[in-house]
């Protein structure tokens, strides 16, 4: 880590926070409503350790494979910090185990075999010792019900908390997730999320979070009543590491 990178990623994180709180007061919401996750794939686990010296330790990753290697790799470099991971993009059942040993969280649970396969690696990392609480969940509700961007069809959002709630001893279901549609202005789309996760509240009383708004729509998800951005680009660039 050098100065240079500290205080570029300082400087870009005041600004974030900045846009953060002008759109909060726009909504008449207060900032300590949204949590910041800092979105850290691509780039290395020297960036994520910078965001950790700058109080940011929500972090954000979209590949297993990636995220176990720099989970280690932080946990090299600041071992006496304790950061949430995050797994924001899309995962396969087979990686679930692997999932269950590093993540805190797993906003992408799109389907019941998903839920299940997660629930499972949960209980068998318990039992191994590897992980001693249950694993936060959040619900991907599609926004665009184009199937390679993954997400569960809105009208099957309840069903699927229901599956979910059912492994109360392993998962904790604690929302709903969803990415806006591509090309198109978010505001439609965010406000039908939030008709949703109004619908799940009130079923699943504690599933009180909504991820939604990126680098380039964070605003319009506040908006919306979003509780979580996740960040990336406007954090740390756009220009990644292939590898941690």
Known sequence: ????RHDEV???LAAVRDRVAAACRAAGRSPEEVRLLAVTKTFPASDAAVLADLGITDLAENRDQEAAAKAREFARL??????????VGRLQ???ARSVARWASEVQSVDSARLADA????????WDAGER?????VLIQASLDDDP?????????????????????DFLHLRGLMAVAPLGADPGPAFARLSGAAQELRREHPGATDLSAGMSGDLE????????CVRVGTALLGGRGLASP
């Open 220 to 227: 319009q998800a506040i908006g919306y009543g979003s509780t």
């Open 148 to 168: 390679d961007r993954g997400g569960c069809p809105l009208d099957q959002v309840r069903e699927l908390a229901d599956r979910i709630a059912r492994w109360g």
């Open 1 to 4: 880590m050098t100065a240079r």
């Open 118 to 125: 997660l629930a499972k690696a949960v209980r068998a990392a």
């Open 10 to 12: 300082a400087s870009a």
């Open 132 to 136: 001693d609480r249950p694993l936060d």
């Open 93 to 95: 059942r087979n990686k």
């Open 78 to 87: 600041r071992p006496d910090v304790a950061p949430r991971w995050h797994m």
